[in-house]
């Protein structure tokens, strides 16, 4: 055990030399924590709360941090990078994978609230497991004209809210918590089986809607509400479309 006080910055590093690459583990308060990790293709970047330490570690096993929040309300913000990622957060595995361009955080379930996914610059593709754990996918500024993909796995039921903003909204997936997004441009939805059996439900905002289904193939739909992104739905055996409007509400089938 090592003790310290007054420190603003910890470098945590590993000899690098398989097997004996050491795993990296850290453990927050008991309190409520904000614990963001930033990984890199050699390490990465800790720090709970927004005070000191900052922590930079590297040449850790599988270049993977294992983060135990304890106790109380806490939320896990990761951050990837400013280059074209393709990231993996998956919620009943306990694992937010960054890509090729970063890292591996791996959380103790049970010690996570709330997970928040920052994908920053570049054209991005975010793969999304939902679980016990509600996530937030913040895509970032785009670079160029495709923009952030994210795609979200579901088994059996989806029910899609619209946000405030045409490129934010959310999923309900399985009766499992929320998967919301921002700054998303294209979104997919899939069941993880094929062909597939997917009850989905598609619901209006509070105002005026244009609800527009568009049939792609057998079992899959697009479906855009206003002028937000043409979700598309693969593996789906039945569709609702709920206008929850009081005023007009024009459902346009194609």
């Known amino acids: 055990t090592i003790s310290y006080n007054g420190l603003e910055t910890i470098n945590a590093a ?44 590297s040449s850790v096993l599988s270049n ?15 951050n990837a990078t400013s280059g074209n990622d393709t990231a993996t957060v998956d919620v009943p595995s306990g694992l937010v994978n960054t890509g090729a361009n970063g890292g591996v955080v791996n959380f103790m379930s049970g010690s996570v609230e709330a997970l928040t996914f920052n ?9 999304v497991v939902s679980g016990t754990v509600p996530v937030f996918v913040d895509g970032g500024d785009p670079i160029g004209p495709s923009g952030d993909l994210l795609a979200v796995l579901a088994d059996n039921s989806v029910l899609f809210l ?29 069941d993880t089986d094929t062909p597939g ?7 209006g905002t509070n105002g005026a809607d244009t609800i527009t289904m568009v049939g792609r193939a057998a079992n899959a739909v697009t ?12 593996g789906i055996t039945a ?6 409007a009081v005023g007009i509400v024009a459902i346009i089938v194609d």
């Open 239 to 244: 569709l609702a479309l709920e206008g929850k």
């Open 162 to 190: 619209p946000g405030p903003e045409s490129d934010e909204g959310g999923f309900t997936l399985d009766g499992s918590e929320r998967v919301s997004f921002d700054k998303i441009e294209s979104v997919s939805v899939s």
């Open 223 to 234: 479906v855009a509400v206003n002028a937000g992104p043409a979700i598309v739905y693969q």
């Open 119 to 127: 994908a920053l610059q570049g054209n991005d593709s975010i793969t």
């Open 197 to 203: 059996n997917l009850s989905v439900m598609v619901c």
């Open 64 to 78: 993977a941090v294992n983060v135990n929040l304890a106790g109380g309300l806490d939320t896990l913000i990761v």
């Open 14 to 57: 590993g000899n690098g030399t398989s097997p004996a690459t050491p795993s990296f583990t850290v453990i927050a308060t008991g309190g409520n924590d904000t614990f963001v990790v930033t990984p890199t293709t050699t390490g990465g970047t800790l720090q709970n709360n927004g005070i000191s330490p900052v922590v930079n570690y």
